[in-house]
C-alpha cells in the first residue's frame, strides 16, 4: 500500500476531481461507441458531449459521491469505493448491426475506458523516480485508485449498472425483462451496495482494485 495519507479532506478533493474526470470519459466512450455501433440515438440525444450536464444525475452523480467523500474526508471508520453513475446513456438495439455483441462493446465501453485511464496513471508512477515529487505521487495514486473503482463498480451485477446489462444479455428474455425493469431501483441497490453491504463490497473491489493497481504500477493503492 502506498503511504499518501489517505483520510484527508485533500485526498477527499483528489477523488472528488479523478471521479469528475472519469465520469466524463466514461459516458463520452460509451456514447461514442455506440454511435460507431450505427446507433445514433446517444448523438440525437446530446449525449455525445465531454459536457457533463448531458448526464448528470442528482443521485447517482451528487448525492451518492458527496456522501462517500464526506465519509473519506471525516475518516469516520467507513471508507466505500468511490463510485458515481450518471444518467442511463440511451441505446437503440434495433440501429446495431449486430445487436448482442455490439450492446456488450457498448457495456464494456466505460469501464474500459476508465481502465485505460488507470493504467496510465500507473504507468506515469512507474516513471517517476523522483520521491520528493509527493504531490504528484499522491495525484496519480489517488488518480489510479478511483478509475479503477469506478470500472468494477460499473461491472457490479446491480441493475441499471453496465454489469447487469451485461448479464442481461446473457439470460432467458423472460428474465432479461424483469431484470431490465429493475433499472428503476438503481439508487436503492446502490446505497445498499455501498452503505448496508460496505463491508462486502467493499472487500471485492479493493481486491481487484489492488491486482490492477499492482499490474499498471506494481504497487497497491487502496487504503487498506
Keep these: 500500500m502506498v503511504d499518501i495519507g489517505w483520510l484527508s479532506i485533500r485526498t477527499a478533493l483528489y477523488i472528488a476531481g479523478s471521479l469528475l474526470l472519469g465520469m466524463m470519459a466514461r459516458e463520452y466512450a460509451r456514447a461514442f461507441v455506440a454511435t460507431r455501433l450505427g446507433d445514433p440515438t446517444p448523438r440525437l440525444w446530446g449525449r455525445l458531449t465531454w459536457n457533463p450536464r448531458s448526464w448528470f444525475d442528482p443521485f447517482g452523480s451528487a448525492l451518492v459521491p458527496g456522501l462517500i467523500l464526506v465519509l473519506w474526508a471525516a475518516a469516520t471508520g467507513l471508507y466505500p469505493p468511490p463510485a458515481a453513475y450518471g444518467k442511463p446513456a440511451p441505446v437503440d438495439p434495433s440501429y446495431l448491426r449486430r445487436p448482442t455483441r455490439d450492446q456488450v462493446l457498448i457495456g464494456l465501453a466505460g469501464p474500459c475506458t476508465n481502465i485505460a485511464l488507470g ?6 508512477l512507474r516513471a517517476i523516480t523522483n520521491p520528493a515529487a509527493f504531490t504528484v505521487i499522491s495525484v496519480l495514486v489517488v488518480f489510479e485508485f478511483t478509475q479503477f473503482c469506478l470500472a468494477i463498480f460499473h461491472l457490479l451485477p446491480i441493475p441499471g449498472l453496465d454489469g447487469a446489462r451485461l448479464v442481461g444479455l446473457a ?10 425493469d429493475a433499472d428503476r431501483y438503481l439508487p436503492l441497490f446502490v446505497l445498499l451496495a455501498m452503505f448496508v453491504l460496505a463491508g462486502v463490497i467493499s472487500g471485492i473491489v479493493y481486491g481487484l482494485v489492488d491486482a490492477l493497481c499492482q499490474v499498471a504500477s506494481g504497487v497497491r493503492c487502496s487504503p487498506r
Excluded at 439470460?171 to 431490465?180: E, K
Aim: charged letters at 20%; a positive charge.
Design 119 to 124: 493504467v496510465v496513471a500507473g504507468l506515469a
Design 171 to 180: 439470460l432467458p428474455p423472460d428474465a432479461a425483462r424483469v431484470y431490465r
